[in-house]
């Protein structure tokens, strides 16, 4: 079955304490991005990566780092977190680029006190 | 910025009536539009998109585009309860089609 993958689903943690969010998409897409989604403010990109070793920044990539060392594999890392990183996120894949309709994963819930 | 616009709603309608959902965009050269449904506590998951302008029809989906006046609806025929759901509307950057900009989202409502 095709389908995008994060661990975990849920965390609460506390500030400062490093933590890492797993996705893993099973459909050979070159395209992989990650979203947090906030009340009000809708999905907003927090970096992408077009292939492996190939990332960039979206539009609130603060606090935030990625890497793709393999093309299945995109984990989102916060190295200190902050309050104001608690969200929804959402890791998603294409198979090219954002012409090629994304699918998502089910969400990543982080609370960070 | 990149802005996309979408009313909040709510938006109510009765079943078996056409919801009309719509979604205005800032980037001119903005090429590829999407739409997302996404039921509370889910994922977004894909129910449409359109390059071109004009119509685009899927069973009781409509998208329209108009890039000349910059923007993009979403029509739902014989709308029926399990239609109630956040609608997203989505816009790749011009010159880009790496990143990808979502509006805050339209809340529908259809009513039994």
């Known amino acids: 079955e095709a389908q995008v993958t994060q661990n975990p689903r849920y965390l609460i943690t506390v500030t400062g304490k490093k933590l890492t969010v797993t996705c893993s998409q099973n459909?050979?897409?070159?395209?992989m991005s990650w979203y947090r989604q906030d009340p009000g403010l809708g999905l907003r990109q927090i970096y992408y990566s077009m292939n492996v070793e190939v990332t960039d920044k979206g539009d609130v990539p603060e606090g935030y780092k990625v890497s793709r060392k393999e093309k299945r594999n995109f984990p989102l890392i916060l190295e200190s977190p902050s309050p104001n990183q608690t969200s929804l996120y959402f890791c998603a894949s294409s198979f090219r680029q954002f012409d090629q309709p994304q699918h998502f994963g089910d969400g990543t819930r982080l609370s960070i006190l | 910025q990149k802005e996309v616009e979408q009313n909040s709603g709510p938006l109510s309608v009765p079943e078996g009536a056409i919801a009309s959902l719509n979604c205005t965009y800032s980037d001119r050269g903005s090429q590829s539009f999407f739409w997302y449904r996404q039921y509370s506590g889910k994922s977004p998951e894909l129910i449409m998109f359109i390059y071109s302008n004009g119509d685009k029809e899927d069973g009781r989906f409509t998208a329209q585009l108009n890039k000349a006046s910059q923007y993009v609806s979403l029509l739902i025929r014989d709308s029926q309860p399990s239609d109630s759901a956040t609608y997203l509307c989505a816009v790749t950057h011009s010159g880009s089609a790496r990143q990808l900009t979502f509006g805050s989202g339209t809340q529908l409502t259809v009513l039994p």
């Open positions: 459909m050979n897409h070159e395209y």
